[in-house]
């Protein structure tokens, strides 16, 4: 609350004539941004957080606001993330924007931003409380039911199937693993034979996979729920001799996913809209920050691609969208 009642002032004070700060003065002390905002992704590693650091970026550009990037290493890091909140909450930032790395660890400390007048919103990943202003994400359940749908059609309705969820605890994981399940029982002559969590690592899922096959000699299909998890399910697929003849159904489209779909291993992507997640993050903030209204529930959209639609202009924007 004080937080808030400061920017106002601090508003209301730069609209008189010689007050505020000049164009290259910055009132924290650094640059000509009104807010510094701090945006803490889930990880670091893969190209869906670089697509969402983009968009935050753009938000920042657009409307005065100075990101501070920052997050774990690995999806896995909860105590790490934890600790980079606090860093935040200390250095004082106007707004914080953030994707939990498990939806019940995260919540005292963004009580604690709360505390300090600091606006939380969440994006990708959320966690188990009111307190952040809004979640801005995609319809996880909607988008693994998606991918059920996708992935019956393409073993005709009928065979075995694997899922290699992300991280137990995290609330995108857990959603799209119900979703799909959800999705997958409207088909009584598929049957899910293997759970097993990548955990957000390559190596992981490749060996999962590898252990689906094995177990399951006429596996027909497998639904990863992440980046990750599908390029290390290509490799165990490729592998084994056989992309193409069990089906690979995924979230997220990084290069190497595309790729892979071009040649024929993967035969469907979820797509997400994480430079939207990161501009709509950015641009909430900075909402709350003055004032405005802010939707509890920000929705980003889902798209299947296949190979048949992914050369539409739309698609390829949607893909590409810096």
């Known amino acids: 609350m004080k937080k808030r009642l400061l920017a106002i ?15 290259d003065e910055d009132p924290a002390g650094g640059d000509s941004s009104r807010y510094t905002i701090a945006v803490v992704p889930k990880g670091l590693g893969h190209q869906f957080w670089l697509t969402v650091k983009a968009g935050a ?8 606001a100075k990101i501070i990037w920052n997050g774990p290493a690995k999806e896995t ?27 019940n660890a995260l919540v005292d400390v963004i009580q604690s931003a709360v505390d300090e007048g600091i606006p939380v919103i969440t994006i990708d990943s959320g966690v188990k409380s009111d ?20 992935l019956a059609a393409l073993i005709d309705g009928k065979g075995e199937v694997g899922i290699l969820p992300i991280v137990p605890g995290a609330a995108t994981s857990e959603m799209r693993e119900s979703g799909f399940k ?39 299909g497998v639904f990863s729920a992440s980046e990750p998890g599908a390029i290390g399910a290509i490799q165990a697929i490729e592998t084994a001799g056989k992309a193409g003849i069990i089906k690979l159904v995924s979230f997220d489209a990084s290069k190497e996913q595309i790729a892979a779909l071009r040649r024929g291993s993967i035969q469907a992507l979820v797509v ?6 990161g501009y709509d993050g950015v641009k909430a903030a900075i909402d709350s920050i003055e004032g405005r209204p802010v939707e509890k529930r920000i929705d980003t959209g ?21």
């Open 9 to 23: 002032l601090t508003v209301a004070v730069s609209a008189l004539p010689g007050c505020g700060p000049s164009n």
């Open 57 to 64: 970026d753009a938000a920042g550009a657009e409307f005065g």
């Open 77 to 103: 890091q909860i105590a790490k993330q934890i600790d980079i909140m606090h860093d935040m909450i200390n250095r004082n930032v106007d707004a914080i924007v953030m994707a939990a790395c498990d939806e």
């Open 131 to 150: 307190l952040p202003v809004t979640f801005v994400a995609t319809d996880n359940i909607l988008g693994a039911k998606l991918a059920a749908d996708a």
């Open 182 to 220: 959800e999705g997958i029982a409207r088909y009584p002559d598929v049957k899910i034979v293997s759970t097993i969590y990548s955990m957000s690592d390559t190596a992981k899922a490749l060996a999962a996979v590898e252990d689906m096959m094995t177990a399951n000699p006429r596996l027909a």
């Open 272 to 277: 997400q809209n994480p430079f939207r997640m």
């Open 302 to 322: 889902v798209t299947i691609v296949t190979l048949d639609n992914l050369d539409d202009p739309e698609i390829q924007k949607l893909l590409n969208p810096v």
